[in-house]
Every structure is written in structure tokens, then in C-alpha cells.
């Protein structure tokens, strides 16, 4: 079989397809059928990826080598392994719904709104798919313009506030992060993420390092304290941008710990991780609580996504601890339940924002006291956001399930005190989930609005249909999954085990 | 002393641009009234024939010639090239920036070409003479330039505080040559480099020089703290002429420091580099902080200019050839960014409409969603955001920086520039999410707007692939 490079043309045919609609215009709607195809296309694209890769090893797979700048030796590197490949089916996944969402919803400057969806898709791959440091840096800062845009043009009427919050933000960080990576590129004369994997430092190096990349990606996840522009950013944006952001553009955060923070500077996360553990579960316990009062369901929602990611790092910062107590399952238990957290948020998350998007097209409104009653209108978007809000609160079955218990599973070997905490989650997520739920949808018939809404169309039913039942795999037989990072998070949690001290330092 | 016959060859280029110039003058004087337009068509011509000529002249080894007076080596001769090519752009806008304001004077061709001479005589200048030769005679044709609107009381306000703050700085310069003289017996930049390295300890007097030409440079660079001409100036100025002013001579400032500094003053690089970098930190400072208060676009590009200039200085701060290469990059990607900035400002307005304010820019993506992406693509460029080019200008830089061993200058450097893109994102927040109030009409033509979009596709495909131009850069120095 001839091989085609497939992560190019998945990072491309976005991009390309997102001029292809600009230059279509907004006249006769066919913007928004180019974008759908373009997507599906993608969609496609990527499940050769997925049929194509070797479940038993860590190498990179798929990998594409050029020179990008001779001068100084940066490369066009591409390559996936078992924590990215998960991630670019979720975002190739995930667009295909979001330009359906878009769908009749957009009505303003659509084909802007789909191009944009298009060149978020193709600089999220991008970076996923990025094997060298400063390539990953263009398309994780290139994917800020889109975003920028989308939240700043059709969001709320806090728009524009939100969106510069953002934008600043998460620049603010990450151009620390550009800092480190000169560093590194310093000490290895390399800009390859797997090079800089072997490179040894110092502690204080890497101490100095790890912080720089701590921001930039503490950022993204959201964690706690540096959480606040999520909310309002997720407020703010459109259904579609929501979606994009909580489904994939904070698992860049996450990945970014698997893929730099753990391999390159292991020491320092070592000496660190009780400030990680802590932060996580100040992001579990606390903002579970702040998500209890918010009024908004965005807003509950956004907090939520910044409670449920903070088991993802939870997962992730554990590996140490259980390294010492010379528990290898334990840590690799913890870095997949992180990862299938990530992905299981990506669906709950995702579709949470849509179904709160599905409301607020009908009655433009996301404040929880408009609503009640709505399961009498609309019975099959009730039984719909039923399943979405108990994944939320971790129900078994779902997919949220899997990567909470893993998590609570490994800190238990870890700590009990971690464990507990941690545990809380199962009851704060029931709280602020449902009780949500319970406002809404049960009770009577809250006013005129809500007697008038009408249920689900066909669109809608596929989205939200298609979103149910990734939540119910994923969450019955998470299998595939976990065999698929295996290998790869075994070799991970092998290499972060070793300390990189160099002889003398 | 015999008299040898210098070697012509290497100054070609300029002798062609100094005749060329005299003719467009002749030509103006004669056909001027009836055919305004061939006067912009020549110019146009000796522009590119003398780009053409650059290019084939180029040396493949540093020359100097006119008993040891003028340099022709890669670095001019790159400099020539893009400085050549950005004023030939500027003409472009500056013709239909004139013809919509009936201000089209061929007086104006005549001295941006006389500019550009100086500029590339500064640019290849091996002793101080030749040096402050083509400063003046590029200095004088600017402040001409920038009174051109004898009209409007702005430009002549901001033409006078350019004339004195501009002698001041060229008094400043020769106070510091006249030291260097003194010290060296020399005027040739070589000998007074040798000088350094033969001496072995370092006058006291020589670093006095070293002060005083610094901040004549600084001046003309437009660094902080002798920065305050700037806004002013960009603003006052007609817009295409600060179009001008604030492209071109930056690549030629950045020559003459090179000369001045690496050329000439090599022995006390200790002493300028810690000079440099208060003047690049208070630049990158000043210029992004100062630039969040501002209401209209020139004024705000001229402190983004400043801020730029402090970044343009970190590479020479890093003290090695491949940092030279950096800085050198970036002033020529900064010269395409602020052309395309400003050319932007030219192309939007029209006659009695400067749309210079930034509330002009509201609402852009209703009245054009092309100009309003190209717009997007110059701010976020200015920015240092990726995928454009800016982002490599600012990461060469930092990364020379970060090679000399100064993180924490480039982390002081980062954290200004996140400062900076507020400032940038305002601009693309007017275009693109505010609504317009007033709907006036595009009137550019379509040569103006293929040419700011092959500027800004410019910017855009550089960013994707900055290498030859950053190869090139690293070739010309060596």
C-alpha cells in the first residue's frame, strides 16, 4: 500500500478547505455544505490512522521528516503515538458536529464562522501531530486567531472583553513556554520534542523550565488559580466555539504535560507534584463547589470542565509518588485514567454545551431560572441531557465513569487523603449536575418560553445522537482505548521513573 | 601622494541612483505639468534598475574602495536590496496617496530618491566621514518630506521638531566622531577598530565617543529614552511620507549601527552591549505600554515602532554574527510589517478622510472582509503572533538572546511583547467585531489593493516558510 502522509493531509485539508470556503462566500449557504464535507473528509482521513496503528509499541507512527528551517534546524516532524492519536480523533470527531451545530444557528458571516471552525481543526491536529518543539509552538499559538475570532464575532455581549481575556491569557503563557524551548534548544541543540526527551539538566534548570511550561499549559487545562478567563470565555462563545474549546483545545494543556512537562523535565515534576496534586484538587473540590451556585448553565458547565481536567492532571502527577511506593500499574493506571478522563470530557463536556446551545437557540437564554419544566415540551432532548448530566457526575456506564475511577483508583494507592478528595468529586459532580438537571427540565412548566419549545429536529438528534453514544462505548468498554495508550503510557511512566540528573549537577 | 583611480564598480549602484535622480528632476522641471505620471514611472525605474544592479553587483568578498571610504560587502548590499524595494512599494502608495489629495508634487519622487541614495551610501559607509555623509543626506530629504504639506500646520509642526531634534542628534554624532577621531587619528572605521585591538587597554576618551554615538544613534533609531520625535513625527507627517520615514531608514539606521558598532567599535563591545540593553528594555517598555493609550493608529504605530526598535536591538545585544543575522532579519520583516500597516491607513482613507484614528477601522469586515483579513494578518504579524512572519523576527531574536546567555532579557522581552499585543488585538477587535458607524466608501483602486495584498500574502508567506530570507540574512553577515 502506497503510503500517503496522512497527518498532512489531515492538518491541510482543513486549512485548505477553510480558503476554499472563504472564497465561496457567504452567498447561497454552500459555505456551509463545503465546510461539512471538508470535515466529514477529514473525519475520514483519520480513521486510517486509527486502523493503521500498531497497539504495541511506543514509537512514533505515521511519522513525516523535512526540513522546514535550515538555518536553524527546525523540522517538519510529524508523528503520533498512543496519547496523540486518541486526541486527533476527537478533534476530527468533534468538528464534524460543531459545523453541524453551526448549521442553521449562524446566520451571520457563516462562511467566516465555518472557515474559522476549519483552521481551529487543522492547527489543533497540527500541534497534536507536532514532533518538533517550535512547529508545535506555531500551531498552538496560530490556533489562538481562530478561536479569537469566533468568540469575538458571534458570542455574547461580553464578547469582546472575553475573547481579549483569552487571547492574553493564554499568550501570556505560552510565550514563557517559547523561552523554555530556546533553553532546551541551548543545551540539546535540538528543537525535536523526542531529543529534548533525553536531554539531561540540572534541578534548577529544570525546576525554571518545568514552571515556563507549567504556565503555558496550567493555562490551557484550565487549573486553578489561573482558571478565570474559561468561564468567561466559554459564556461568551458561541455553541460551536464552546464546544471546540472544551473538547479539545484544553486536552492541548494536558497533552502538553504528557508530551513536555513529565518526559523533559521529570526531576523537577518530581520535587513539584505536591503543588500539581494540590492544585488539581483545589480544582476538583473547590470549583466543584463554585459550579453548585452558578445561576448561567455555561458558566456551571465551564466550571465543571475546569473540575473534571483537574482529574486529569490529578492522573497525571500521581505517576511520582507511586513511583517511589515502586507501583509502575498504579501510575500508568493514573496517567490513562487521565487521558480517558480528557477524552470522555471532550463528548460530556461537548455535548453538555450543545444541549445548553439547543435551549438557547429556541429561547435565548442560558440563565437556569428561565427553564423548568422543559422535559413536557421536549421529551427527547430531556432523556438526551439525562445521559450527558449523569456522565457529568461520573455514573457507571458512561465514559465518564471509567476515567474518574481510574484516577480515584490509583491516588487510593497513592494517598487516602488524595484519594478522598478526589472522591468528593462523585458527590459534588451528582450536586452540581443534576440539580441543574432538576431545574431545568422537571417541574412544571416554567413560563410561556418554555411551553412553546419544540423538540429536537433531525440535526440536533444526530449530533447529540452521535455524541450518546461515544459517551456509551467509551464508558462500557473502554478497551480499545486503554490498549491503544498502553504501550505508549508504559514507556512514559518508565521514562519520567529515571532522573535525568546529569553526572555532577 | 599619487592619485589612483578609485574602483567605480561597487558604487555603481548609487552612481546610478544619483544620476537617476537629477534626471527625474530635469524631468520633472520639463514634463512635469503635462505628464505628472512619467515622473512616478521613472523613479519607479531607476528604483528597480538599481535594485537590479544590486543584485548583480553583489560581492562576493567585502570590497572597499575610495581609499578606504566606501564598503560594498553582503550585508550592504542585502540591505540595499530590501531598502530599494521597500521605498519602490512606498512610491506606489505615496502616487495614489498624493493623486486623491491633489498633493502629487514631483518633488516628492525626486527627494525619496535622493533618500534612498544617502541611505545606501550610509549603509556601505567604511569611514565616519562617508557615514555621516549619507545620514544628512538622507535626514535633509526626509524633513523636506515631512513639510511637504506646507497646508497643514501639523506636518510643518512635526517637520520642524523632526529638523531640530534630528541636528541635535547628528551634533551628538559628530561630537562622539570627532572623539573617536581624536583618539585614533583615523577616520576610516578600520583603523579605528585596530586601533582597539593593538592598544589593548581602552581609553577612557574612547568611551566617552562610544556614549555620544550611541545616542545619536538611538535618536535616529528612535529608542527610548530619545524617542519622543516619533509620535509626533509619524503623526504629524502626511501618511506617506510617515509610510516612508518609518520603513526604509529603519533598515539604514540598523546599517549604520552595524557599521558604527561592529565595524568600527568591535574592541569595546562589552560597553555598548550593556548601553544597548537599557535602551532596548526601556524601548520595549515604553513603546508597548505608551502604545495602549493611544487613539489614533499613526500615533499608536509610531510607539509600536519604538517597541520594535528594542527588539531590533536584542540581537546585536547578543553579540555574535548570528545574532547580527537576527537583528538584521528583523528590521527587514519589521520594514514589510510597518509598510503594510501604514499602507493599510493609505488605502482606507481617501481625500479629506485620513482614517488614521482607530475608530476608522470599525466595522472594516462589513465594508471589506479582505482588507479587514489583511489587517488581521499585519497586527497579529506585529504581534509576533504565528503563523506570520513576526513571530520569527521576535523568536530569532529571543533565541540569540537566550544563546548569549541573557534568559532573563528574553523573558523581560516576551513579557513586554504580551503588553504589546493587547494593543494589536484592538486594532483586529475594531475591524472585526465592532460595528461600522459610518459606511464610507473604499475608494483604492486596484492597483492599491493588490499591492498592500501582495504585501500582506507577503508577510503571510514568510511566515510560513521564513527560511530563505533568514538564510540569507545569515549569509550576509558571514
Given at each position: 500500500?502506497?503510503?500517503?502522509?496522512?497527518?498532512?493531509?489531515?492538518?491541510?485539508?482543513?486549512?485548505?478547505?477553510?480558503?476554499?470556503?472563504?472564497?465561496?462566500?457567504?452567498?447561497?449557504?454552500?459555505?456551509?455544505?463545503?465546510?461539512?464535507?471538508?470535515?466529514?473528509?477529514?473525519?475520514?482521513?483519520?480513521?486510517?490512522?486509527?486502523?493503521?496503528?500498531?497497539?504495541?509499541?511506543?514509537?512514533m507512527?505515521?511519522e513525516e521528516y523535512a526540513t522546514w528551517i535550515?538555518?536553524y534546524r527546525i523540522h517538519y516532524h510529524l508523528g503520533?503515538?498512543?496519547?496523540?492519536?486518541?486526541?486527533?480523533?476527537?478533534?476530527?470527531?468533534?468538528?464534524?458536529?460543531?459545523?453541524?451545530?453551526?448549521?442553521?444557528?449562524?446566520?451571520?458571516?457563516?462562511?467566516?464562522?465555518?472557515?474559522?471552525?476549519?483552521?481551529?481543526?487543522?492547527?489543533?491536529?497540527g500541534a497534536?501531530a507536532s514532533l518538533d518543539s517550535i512547529l508545535f509552538y506555531v500551531f498552538?499559538?496560530?490556533?489562538?486567531?481562530?478561536?479569537?475570532?469566533?468568540?469575538?464575532?458571534?458570542?455574547?455581549?461580553?464578547?469582546?472583553?472575553?475573547?481579549?481575556?483569552?487571547?492574553?491569557?493564554?499568550?501570556?503563557?505560552?510565550?514563557?513556554?517559547?523561552?523554555?524551548l530556546?533553553?532546551?534548544y541551548?543545551?540539546?541543540?535540538s528543537f525535536a520534542i523526542l531529543d529534548l526527551?533525553?536531554?539531561?539538566?540540572?534541578?534548577?534548570?529544570?525546576?525554571?523550565?518545568?514552571?515556563?511550561?507549567?504556565?503555558?499549559?496550567?493555562?490551557?487545562?484550565?487549573?486553578?488559580?489561573?482558571?478565570?478567563?474559561?468561564?468567561?470565555?466559554?459564556?461568551?462563545?458561541?455553541?460551536?466555539?464552546?464546544?471546540?474549546?472544551?473538547?479539545?483545545?484544553?486536552?492541548?494543556?494536558?497533552?502538553?504535560?504528557?508530551?513536555?512537562?513529565?518526559?523533559?523535565?521529570?526531576?523537577?515534576?518530581?520535587?513539584?507534584?505536591?503543588?500539581?496534586?494540590?492544585?488539581?484538587?483545589?480544582?476538583?473540590?473547590?470549583?466543584?463547589?463554585?459550579?453548585?451556585?452558578?445561576?448561567?448553565?455555561?458558566?456551571?458547565?465551564?466550571?465543571?470542565?475546569?473540575?473534571?481536567?483537574?482529574?486529569?492532571?490529578?492522573?497525571?502527577?500521581?505517576?511520582?509518588?507511586?513511583?517511589?511506593?515502586?507501583?509502575?500499574?498504579?501510575?500508568?493506571?493514573?496517567?490513562?485514567?487521565?487521558?480517558?478522563?480528557?477524552?470522555?470530557?471532550?463528548?460530556?463536556?461537548?455535548?453538555?454545551?450543545?444541549?445548553?446551545?439547543?435551549?438557547?437557540?429556541?429561547?435565548?437564554?442560558?440563565?437556569?431560572?428561565?427553564?423548568?419544566?422543559?422535559?413536557?415540551?421536549?421529551?427527547?432532548?430531556?432523556?438526551?441531557?439525562?445521559?450527558?448530566?449523569?456522565?457529568?457526575?461520573?455514573?457507571?456506564?458512561?465514559?465518564?465513569?471509567?476515567?474518574?475511577?481510574?484516577?480515584?483508583?490509583?491516588?487510593?494507592?497513592?494517598?487516602?487523603?488524595?484519594?478522598?478528595?478526589?472522591?468528593?468529586?462523585?458527590?459534588?459532580?451528582?450536586?452540581?449536575?443534576?440539580?441543574?438537571?432538576?431545574?431545568?427540565?422537571?417541574?412544571?412548566?416554567?413560563?410561556?418560553?418554555?411551553?412553546?419549545?419544540?423538540?429536537?429536529?433531525?440535526?440536533?438528534?444526530?449530533?447529540?445522537?452521535?455524541?450518546?453514544?461515544?459517551?456509551?462505548?467509551?464508558?462500557?468498554?473502554?478497551?480499545?482505548?486503554?490498549?491503544?495508550?498502553?504501550?505508549?503510557?508504559?514507556?512514559?511512566?518508565?521514562?519520567?521513573?529515571?532522573?535525568?540528573?546529569?553526572?555532577?549537577? | 601622494?599619487?592619485?589612483?583611480?578609485?574602483?567605480?564598480?561597487?558604487?555603481?549602484?548609487?552612481?546610478?541612483?544619483?544620476?537617476?535622480?537629477?534626471?527625474?528632476?530635469?524631468?520633472?522641471?520639463?514634463?512635469?505639468?503635462?505628464?505628472?505620471?512619467?515622473?512616478?514611472?521613472?523613479?519607479?525605474?531607476?528604483?528597480?534598475?538599481?535594485?537590479?544592479?544590486?543584485?548583480?553587483?553583489?560581492?562576493?568578498?567585502?570590497?572597499?574602495?575610495?581609499?578606504?571610504?566606501?564598503?560594498?560587502?553582503?550585508?550592504?548590499?542585502?540591505?540595499?536590496?530590501?531598502?530599494?524595494?521597500?521605498?519602490?512599494?512606498?512610491?506606489?502608495?505615496?502616487?495614489?496617496?498624493?493623486?486623491?489629495?491633489?498633493?502629487?508634487?514631483?518633488?516628492?519622487?525626486?527627494?525619496?530618491?535622493?533618500?534612498?541614495?544617502?541611505?545606501?551610501?550610509?549603509?556601505?559607509?567604511?569611514?565616519?566621514?562617508?557615514?555621516?555623509?549619507?545620514?544628512?543626506?538622507?535626514?535633509?530629504?526626509?524633513?523636506?518630506?515631512?513639510?511637504?504639506?506646507?497646508?497643514?500646520?501639523?506636518?510643518?509642526?512635526?517637520?520642524?521638531?523632526?529638523?531640530?531634534?534630528?541636528?541635535?542628534?547628528?551634533?551628538?554624532?559628530?561630537?562622539?566622531?570627532?572623539?573617536?577621531?581624536?583618539?585614533?587619528?583615523?577616520?576610516?572605521?578600520?583603523?579605528?577598530?585596530?586601533?582597539?585591538?593593538?592598544?589593548?587597554?581602552?581609553?577612557?576618551?574612547?568611551?566617552?565617543?562610544?556614549?555620544?554615538?550611541?545616542?545619536?544613534?538611538?535618536?535616529?533609531?528612535?529608542?527610548?529614552?530619545?524617542?519622543?520625535?516619533?509620535?509626533?513625527?509619524?503623526?504629524?507627517?502626511?501618511?506617506?511620507?510617515?509610510?516612508?520615514?518609518?520603513?526604509?531608514?529603519?533598515?539604514?539606521?540598523?546599517?549604520?549601527?552595524?557599521?558604527?558598532?561592529?565595524?568600527?567599535?568591535?574592541?569595546?563591545?562589552?560597553?555598548?552591549?550593556?548601553?544597548?540593553?537599557?535602551?532596548?528594555?526601556?524601548?520595549?517598555?515604553?513603546?508597548?505600554?505608551?502604545?495602549?493609550?493611544?487613539?489614533?493608529?499613526?500615533?499608536?504605530?509610531?510607539?509600536?515602532?519604538?517597541?520594535?526598535?528594542?527588539?531590533?536591538?536584542?540581537?546585536?545585544?547578543?553579540?555574535?554574527?548570528?545574532?547580527?543575522?537576527?537583528?538584521?532579519?528583523?528590521?527587514?520583516?519589521?520594514?514589510?510589517?510597518?509598510?503594510?500597516?501604514?499602507?493599510?491607513?493609505?488605502?482606507?482613507?481617501?481625500?479629506?478622510?485620513?482614517?488614521?484614528?482607530?475608530?476608522?477601522?470599525?466595522?472594516?469586515?462589513?465594508?471589506?472582509?479582505?482588507?479587514?483579513?489583511?489587517?488581521?494578518?499585519?497586527?497579529?504579524?506585529?504581534?509576533?503572533?504565528?503563523?506570520?512572519?513576526?513571530?520569527?523576527?521576535?523568536?530569532?531574536?529571543?533565541?540569540?538572546?537566550?544563546?548569549?546567555?541573557?534568559?532573563?532579557?528574553?523573558?523581560?522581552?516576551?513579557?513586554?511583547?504580551?503588553?504589546?499585543?493587547?494593543?494589536?488585538?484592538?486594532?483586529?477587535?475594531?475591524?472585526?467585531?465592532?460595528?461600522?458607524?459610518?459606511?464610507?466608501?473604499?475608494?483604492?483602486?486596484?492597483?492599491?489593493?493588490?499591492?498592500?495584498?501582495?504585501?500582506?500574502?507577503?508577510?503571510?508567506?514568510?511566515?510560513?516558510?521564513?527560511?530563505?530570507?533568514?538564510?540569507?540574512?545569515?549569509?550576509?553577515?558571514?
Amino acid at each position: 500500500m502506497p503510503e500517503l502522509p496522512l497527518l498532512s493531509l489531515l492538518i491541510w485539508l482543513p486549512i485548505a478547505g477553510a480558503c476554499w470556503v472563504l472564497i465561496a462566500g457567504e452567498r447561497g449557504g454552500a459555505a456551509r455544505s463545503i465546510a461539512f464535507a471538508v470535515a466529514l473528509v477529514t473525519l475520514l482521513v483519520s480513521i486510517p490512522l486509527y486502523t493503521g496503528f500498531e497497539t504495541d509499541t511506543h514509537e512514533m507512527q505515521f511519522e513525516e521528516y523535512a526540513t522546514w528551517i535550515d538555518a536553524y534546524r527546525i523540522h517538519y516532524h510529524l508523528g503520533v503515538d498512543g496519547i496523540s492519536l486518541p486526541l486527533i480523533l476527537l478533534t476530527t470527531f468533534t468538528t464534524v458536529l460543531v459545523v453541524l451545530a453551526g448549521w442553521d444557528v449562524i446566520t451571520r458571516r457563516q462562511a467566516q464562522y465555518m472557515a474559522a471552525l476549519l483552521f481551529q481543526e487543522g492547527f489543533m491536529i497540527g500541534a497534536f501531530a507536532s514532533l518538533d518543539s517550535i512547529l508545535f509552538y506555531v500551531f498552538w499559538e496560530a490556533q489562538l486567531i481562530p478561536m479569537f475570532i469566533i468568540i469575538g464575532v458571534w458570542g455574547g455581549p461580553r464578547r469582546i472583553y472575553a475573547t481579549i481575556k483569552f487571547f492574553l491569557y493564554t499568550f501570556l503563557g505560552s510565550v514563557l513556554m517559547l523561552v523554555a524551548l530556546l533553553y532546551l534548544y541551548r543545551e540539546a541543540g535540538s528543537f525535536a520534542i523526542l531529543d529534548l526527551h533525553h536531554l539531561r539538566l540540572g534541578l534548577t534548570p529544570q525546576i525554571l523550565v518545568f514552571i515556563a511550561f507549567l504556565l503555558a499549559f496550567a493555562v490551557k487545562v484550565p487549573m486553578w488559580p489561573v482558571h478565570t478567563w474559561l468561564p468567561d470565555a466559554h459564556v461568551e462563545a458561541p455553541t460551536g466555539g464552546s464546544v471546540i474549546l472544551a473538547a479539545i483545545m484544553l486536552k492541548l494543556g494536558g497533552y502538553g504535560f504528557l508530551r513536555f512537562s513529565l518526559p523533559i523535565a521529570p526531576d523537577a515534576s518530581s520535587e513539584l507534584d505536591w503543588l500539581l496534586i494540590a492544585l488539581s484538587l483545589i480544582a476538583v473540590v473547590y470549583i466543584g463547589f463554585v459550579a453548585i451556585v452558578q445561576p448561567d448553565m455555561k458558566k456551571l458547565i465551564a466550571y465543571s470542565s475546569v473540575a473534571h481536567m483537574g482529574f486529569a492532571t490529578l492522573g497525571f502527577f500521581l505517576v511520582f509518588r507511586l513511583l517511589d511506593a515502586g507501583d509502575v500499574q498504579g501510575a500508568m493506571l493514573g496517567v490513562q485514567g487521565g487521558m480517558i478522563q480528557m477524552i470522555s470530557h471532550g463528548f460530556i463536556s461537548g455535548a453538555l454545551f450543545l444541549c445548553v446551545g439547543v435551549m438557547y437557540d429556541r429561547l435565548h437564554s442560558r440563565e437556569i431560572g428561565d427553564y423548568g419544566g422543559v422535559v413536557n415540551t421536549m421529551p427527547v432532548f430531556a432523556a438526551f441531557m439525562m445521559l450527558f448530566a449523569l456522565a457529568n457526575s461520573g455514573l457507571p456506564g458512561t465514559s465518564g465513569f471509567v476515567g474518574e475511577f481510574l484516577v480515584i483508583l490509583s491516588s487510593f494507592k497513592a494517598n487516602f487523603w488524595i484519594a478522598f478528595l478526589a472522591a468528593t468529586t462523585l458527590v459534588l459532580g451528582a450536586a452540581y449536575s443534576l440539580w441543574m438537571y432538576k431545574r431545568v427540565i422537571y417541574g412544571p412548566v416554567a413560563n410561556e418560553g418554555v411551553a412553546s419549545l419544540s423538540d429536537l429536529n433531525r440535526r440536533e438528534f444526530a449530533i447529540l445522537g452521535a455524541l450518546a453514544i461515544a459517551v456509551l462505548v467509551f464508558g462500557i468498554w473502554p478497551a480499545p482505548l486503554l490498549d491503544l495508550m498502553e504501550p505508549t503510557v508504559r514507556h512514559l511512566v518508565e521514562h519520567v521513573g529515571q532522573s535525568k540528573l546529569g553526572p555532577g549537577l | 601622494m599619487p592619485f589612483v583611480t578609485p574602483e567605480f564598480l561597487p558604487a555603481l549602484p548609487e552612481i546610478l541612483l544619483a544620476v537617476m535622480a537629477c534626471l527625474v528632476l530635469l524631468v520633472d522641471l520639463y514634463f512635469g505639468r503635462r505628464h505628472p505620471s512619467w515622473v512616478f514611472l521613472l523613479a519607479q525605474a531607476s528604483l528597480v534598475l538599481c535594485a537590479l544592479l544590486c543584485i548583480a553587483l553583489y560581492p562576493e568578498e567585502p570590497t572597499t574602495t575610495f581609499n578606504g571610504t566606501f564598503r560594498s560587502d553582503g550585508m550592504s548590499a542585502v540591505l540595499k536590496v530590501f531598502m530599494i524595494l521597500v521605498t519602490y512599494f512606498v512610491l506606489f502608495y505615496s502616487k495614489f496617496y498624493l493623486d486623491v489629495r491633489d498633493l502629487f508634487k514631483g518633488e516628492y519622487f525626486v527627494l525619496s530618491l535622493f533618500a534612498v541614495l544617502g541611505m545606501m551610501i550610509l549603509v556601505s559607509a567604511a569611514s565616519l566621514l562617508t557615514l555621516y555623509l549619507g545620514l544628512e543626506l538622507m535626514a535633509l530629504c526626509l524633513y523636506a518630506l515631512v513639510a511637504l504639506n506646507r497646508e497643514s500646520s501639523m506636518a510643518s509642526e512635526a517637520a520642524m521638531k523632526y529638523f531640530v531634534l534630528g541636528a541635535l542628534a547628528s551634533g551628538t554624532l559628530l561630537y562622539g566622531m570627532s572623539l573617536l577621531y581624536g583618539v585614533t587619528g583615523s577616520l576610516e572605521l578600520d583603523r579605528i577598530r585596530e586601533y582597539q585591538s593593538v592598544g589593548g587597554e581602552i581609553d577612557i576618551i574612547l568611551v566617552l565617543g562610544l556614549v555620544f554615538i550611541v545616542v545619536g544613534v538611538a535618536f535616529k533609531l528612535g529608542a527610548a529614552p530619545f524617542h519622543m520625535w516619533v509620535p509626533d513625527v509619524y503623526e504629524g507627517a502626511p501618511t506617506s511620507v510617515t509610510l516612508f520615514v518609518g520603513t526604509a531608514p529603519k533598515i539604514a539606521a540598523f546599517g549604520m549601527l552595524m557599521r558604527l558598532l561592529v565595524d568600527g567599535l568591535a574592541g569595546v563591545q562589552g560597553d555598548w552591549i550593556e548601553m544597548l540593553t537599557i535602551l532596548s528594555v526601556l524601548s520595549m517598555a515604553v513603546g508597548n505600554i505608551i502604545a495602549i493609550a493611544q487613539t489614533n493608529l499613526k500615533r499608536m504605530l509610531a510607539y509600536s515602532t519604538i517597541a520594535h526598535v528594542g527588539f531590533l536591538l536584542l540581537g546585536i545585544i547578543a553579540g555574535t554574527r548570528a545574532g547580527y543575522a537576527a537583528s538584521m532579519f528583523y528590521v527587514i520583516v519589521y520594514a514589510l510589517m510597518g509598510l503594510g500597516a501604514f499602507g493599510m491607513i493609505i488605502v482606507l482613507g481617501s481625500k479629506g478622510f485620513e482614517s488614521d484614528r482607530l475608530d476608522d477601522f470599525r466595522g472594516l469586515n462589513e465594508r471589506s472582509p479582505w482588507l479587514a483579513f489583511l489587517v488581521l494578518v499585519l497586527m497579529l504579524s506585529m504581534a509576533g503572533v504565528p503563523p506570520f512572519v513576526g513571530f520569527w523576527a521576535k523568536w530569532s531574536v529571543l533565541r540569540e538572546v537566550v544563546a548569549a546567555d541573557q534568559v532573563w532579557l528574553a523573558t523581560v522581552a516576551v513579557v513586554l511583547a504580551v503588553i504589546g499585543l493587547f494593543y494589536y488585538l484592538r486594532v483586529v477587535r475594531l475591524v472585526y467585531f465592532e460595528e461600522g458607524q459610518e459606511a464610507a466608501p473604499l475608494v483604492c483602486g486596484t492597483d492599491v489593493k493588490v499591492m498592500i495584498s501582495t504585501n500582506a500574502l507577503a508577510i503571510l508567506a514568510l511566515g510560513v516558510y521564513p527560511s530563505a530570507l533568514l538564510a540569507l540574512c545569515v549569509t550576509a553577515l558571514g
